[in-house]
């Protein structure tokens, strides 16, 4: 688990231990601090909401969500919405759909967000059912609301960027190449991505 700052703190000295560029960011940054979010449909919604858009523009989206559908923004409740309604707090048609896919497989029992299966790659499948919720999604999805240990978000430009810089590659690796190079830290590549990202955003090469 990544959830804890003990854990955390534990997996990156395993890493270090094996990756030498890892060890140096953490002399230069130190330690990232652990990331939480809830599980569960409200994270995975707030997701949706917050595609594409800025921070703040998701946030005024969500009070008007509370606002018309209660703390939480209930699925059945959505699904009991019309267009115009949602529409009229900041969510676009293709929103919309999205929304909908994920409440309706909440409120069918056609995905259970509390009980996801412990293969992360059949979590991934199960979760990639709910339309907008792409591979990536998936992933930070179970890296940061569930807090499994070994998830690694290949395909996110800042953790290639990041990766690059820190064991010494001559350009930006691409998704393949960032996947091969970390198969030798599992079980710790959740870590590896978040020491990833804080090195992203506060390195100085």
């Known amino acids: 688990m990544v959830h804890t700052t003990a854990s955390l703190y534990a997996s990156i ?10 060890a140096r960011a953490i002399e230069r940054l130190g330690y990232p601090e652990p990331r939480v979010r809830a599980t569960g449909y409200d994270t995975l919604l707030r997701t949706i909401v917050g595609q594409q858009v ?7 989206v969500w009070v008007k969500l509370e606002t018309l559908l209660g703390v939480g923004c209930p699925p059945d409740i959505l699904l009991a919405q019309d267009f115009d309604s949602l529409r009229g707090c900041g969510l676009s048609r293709q929103k919309q759909g999205y929304a909908r896919s994920l409440a309706e497989l ?5 995905i259970d967000l509390h009980n996801l299966p412990e293969d992360d790659e059949a979590a991934i499948a199960q979760l990639v059912k709910i339309k907008g919720i792409g591979r990536w999604s998936a992933e930070i999805y179970l890296l940061f609301a569930e807090g499994r240990p070994d998830i690694w978000p290949a395909g996110d430009l800042a953790i290639q960027i990041a990766i690059g810089e820190l064991v ?6 691409d998704e393949k190449a960032v996947r091969a190079r970390a198969e030798g830290w599992r079980p710790h590549r959740s870590a590896a991505a978040i020491l990833a990202w804080h090195h992203y955003n506060g390195a100085t090469l």
């Open 54 to 60: 800025s921070v703040a523009a998701a946030a005024s």
């Open 106 to 110: 909440v409120v069918s029992g056609g």
């Open 13 to 22: 000295d395993a890493l270090c231990a094996i990756e030498p560029g890892l």
């Open 168 to 173: 010494g590659m001559d350009a930006r690796p």
